[in-house]
């Protein structure tokens, strides 16, 4: 508990009252943003000013860039997945050199495969690794197919080197095969390779279209409609370009599904503070691990079409479906469906990445984004803007090619290929029935089932004893939950707050990614944390289990 309180008054200095009682994060809604900004810039610049008046009775010459020259819209970003937590989780790995109650630290908090254990896919490694290394083209050890399409990438590369740079939209015969991979996938759906965009993972293109979007001044300024809980690069960014964030939220009594009812509720109230023009969708999704239906999907593009509203498709787990009863639709394919009135008018950029899906390749950073219908004049304008970062890493983008043009059934590779990546999704798809069975188990917390990505976002019951000892620390209740958690675990998780949730709801999400024998310890040592935290906060019996599908009592004793 005295760590609670030195980490607390920690995080209190740090973020110079950046937390959980501003008046944006209080309501959901972001009407007060600029003035809690304001609110924010004033006590950093107080604070700094009298750091440089102590410096200058010293002697000592002041910093050009301090906390009072920052920009302010850097200081109001905030990266949840990357947080407090996880710098607390690595002073404790450091801290177990000496002593600790626990034989390691589960990082549990971030999407990143390889580092949880899971093994690289071979054929794609052989593929970057000859288009690093040529000389091994002629090493018998590396299958022809692989050597086939190294040679290809490599031919389109200045000086047949990865090295060099690349098109800022990237290399030609990669952009070639996402669009025949898209064209596959759609079962038909015409892909044109000129509205394909290689990326620096997901992230970049998000970025990239978001600035192109964001303008205006005051009523007039960019609202972005992001979903409830959401991935917190969304929120970053709007930070960061000064746009206006408008939240829907999902419908967690609903399995997280999307609700167009709440997509109009948000979009009315929005118009009213902001020009709400953008419209981002995470499917399947983070931090829920829904997959969306495909009369859900034409729903929202219908909405789309009637209020104008920009569309970006975050589907970067398109491969990661677990459920039997779900499968992924493209919002491409769908408004093709939908017929070409919608077809050739919404305005659709849709993003994958090679982080996610089977090969888990996060370090590669790479990534593509397709755009449909947008102004050719401004397609000038997004060239131009991706030529500022000259190009994608190229060796991401050879990662990029391999999984949207792998082995094909004659190749001599594929039946490796098949067995690797079999083996990884039904790995996943276990993991994520067994993440939902066991926190099922546990009185006090409900989680939906993780239908694809890689996350479980289960509700969690805190008692009020335990949510005064958290507001008297400053902190979240769920914050306050998951740094117990790791102290007397071992467990990193994020706690909702991190991620937008109902008021009154706490939650922490989760990965499913650590090795079955790994995540079943994390579940069991989750499982009795949690009912210790119960026994030690509360006398009377939390009114959720996994036998009430209703929402917990707890939600309801607090305003919505």
């Known amino acids: 508990r005295e760590c609670l309180h030195m980490f607390a008054h920690v995080c209190l200095i740090s973020s110079a009252f950046a937390r959980v009682c501003t008046p944006e994060r209080i309501s959901g809604d972001f009407h007060n943003k600029s003035t809690a900004l304001e609110s924010r810039h004033a006590f950093s610049t107080v604070e700094a000013a009298a750091v440089e008046q102590t410096a200058a009775r010293a002697g000592l010459r002041g910093k050009s860039l301090t906390m009072a020259t920052l920009n302010p819209q850097v200081k109001a970003v905030e990266y949840a997945v990357r947080g407090p937590i996880v710098m607390k989780a690595g002073d404790l790995e450091r801290e177990m050199q000496q002593v600790s109650p626990f034989a390691e630290v589960i990082r549990a908090n971030i999407g990143d495969a390889h580092a949880m254990g899971q093994q690289p896919i071979t054929f794609l490694r052989q593929v970057v690794a000859l ?16 050597k086939q399409r190294a040679r290809r990438v490599l031919q389109d590369c200045g000086g047949h080197s990865v090295g060099s740079y690349s098109a800022s ?20 759906v015409p892909s044109d390779w000129s509205d394909v965009y290689l990326t620096t993972g997901a992230s970049d293109g998000i970025m990239s279209i978001l600035k192109l979007l964001v303008s205006g001044q005051g009523p007039s300024r960019t609202g972005v409609m992001i979903p409830i809980p959401q991935y917190p690069l969304y929120s970053a960014a709007i930070s960061e ?20 009812e709440e997509l109009q509720r948000a979009h009315r109230a929005a118009k009213q503070h902001c020009q709400p023009r953008v419209l981002c969708i995470i499917n399947p999704g983070n931090p829920t691990g829904q997959v969306q239906s495909k009369k859900c999907i034409e729903e929202v593009l219908h909405f789309a079409h009637e209020e104008n509203l920009f569309v970006m498709a975050d589907e970067v787990y398109q491969d ?20 070409p009135e919608y077809f050739n008018s919404v305005e659709l950029v849709s993003f ?29 304008q997004l060239v131009k803007l991706l030529s500022v970062r000259l190009c994608p890493p190229v060796s991401g983008q050879a990662a990029m090619d391999v999984i949207v043009n792998p082995p094909r059934e004659h190749e001599p590779s594929y039946a490796q290929f098949t067995k690797e990546k079999n083996t990884v999704l039904d790995s996943l798809a276990h993991k994520a029935r067994l993440t939902e069975q066991i926190l099922n188990s546990v009185p006090g917390i409900k989680c939906n089932p993780v239908q694809g990505a890689m996350y479980a976002f289960p509700q969690i019951y805190i008692p009020p004893a335990a949510v005064e000892e958290a507001e008297s620390l400053s902190l979240a209740p769920d914050m306050f939950y998951c740094l117990k958690l790791l102290e007397e675990t071992g467990i990193c998780v994020v706690p909702g707050s991190g991620f937008g949730q109902r008021q009154g709801t706490y939650h922490f999400r989760m990965t499913i990614l ?19 935290f119960l026994e030690e906060y509360s006398q009377a019996e939390p ?18």
């Open 131 to 146: 288009c690093c290394f040529p000389e091994l083209m002629h090493s018998p050890a590396f299958p022809e197919d692989a």
């Open 169 to 188: 939209q990237g290399v030609d015969c990669i952009r070639r095969d996402v669009a025949d991979y898209i064209t596959r996938r759609d079962r038909g």
């Open 241 to 260: 370009l000064e746009a206006v964030q408008v939240n829907y939220y999902l419908d967690e009594a609903n399995c997280w599904a999307l609700d167009t």
């Open 320 to 339: 990661n479906v677990y459920s039997a009863d779900c499968r992924f639709h493209s919002f491409k394919k769908v408004l093709f469906e939908m017929g």
């Open 352 to 380: 994958h990445s090679t982080s996610k899906g089977y090969t888990g390749e996060c370090g590669f950073r790479g990534g593509y984004m397709e755009v449909l219908n947008m102004d050719p004049q401004v397609k000038a």
């Open 514 to 532: 650590p090795s079955p024998d790994k995540l079943q310890i994390l579940l069991q040592k989750l499982k009795e944390f949690h009912l210790h």
């Open 543 to 560: 009114q959720m289990s996994s036998s009430n599908p209703e929402q917990p009592s707890h939600a309801s004793k607090q305003p919505d």
